[in-house]
């Protein structure tokens, strides 16, 4: 494939993995509303499909838009530093993972990882940010957690069949 319609296809999961930030938000807020921070990660099936298709870089800068365009549509700057750092951990984990395990792991582990590192990293964050990392934190973490192992799964499920379609060997 060549570099053009390597961009054209990378602009347009950007902008897909963006929609589905923001449709996720939405779904979210009914979902759990006792929960502000929770989400379904739908945008991470576009991840992953990026980690399994695309080279390093081109995933990363799907990643950082993807982190800083969703993030300041949906929450704002402060969404930008916890969405975007833990945007950024859970790549790297899930990059590492899948170029040196992927003949032991599924798209399900590369997701699960990438989930439980995407949580650790907010509150992490959450804690310097509001310099408050307490009971409640570690109480409200573990929940997300469990939250984050369900919803991995579905997004790893629904990435291992995605990526026996036709449509995904072109790129």
């Known amino acids: 494939m060549n570099n053009t319609k390597r961009i054209v296809l990378l602009s347009v999961l950007a902008a897909l993995a963006i929609c589905l930030s923001f449709f996720d938000k939405q779904i979210s807020t009914i979902a759990f509303p006792n929960l502000p921070q929770a989400k379904i990660g739908l945008a991470n099936i576009v991840i992953l ?14 990643v950082l838009l993807k982190a800083t365009i969703g993030n300041l549509l949906i929450g704002g700057f402060t969404a930008i530093i916890i969405g975007g750092s833990a945007s950024l951990i859970s790549f790297f984990g899930m990059y590492f ?7 032991q792991l599924s798209g399900v582990g590369i997701s699960v990882v990438g989930g439980f590192l995407h949580i650790i990293t907010q509150l992490f964050v959450i804690g310097l940010l ?3 990392i307490g009971e409640i934190l570690l109480y409200y973490g573990a929940v997300l957690v469990l939250l984050s192992l369900i919803t991995s799964i579905i997004i790893g499920l629904i990435m291992n069949k995605l990526i026996t379609y036709e449509f995904t060997k072109a790129f």
């Open 97 to 103: 993972l899948f170029k040196f395990l992927k003949n």
């Open 130 to 132: 509001y310099i408050y």
């Open 49 to 62: 499909l990026a980690i399994y298709k695309f080279s390093f870089k081109e995933s990363l800068i799907l």
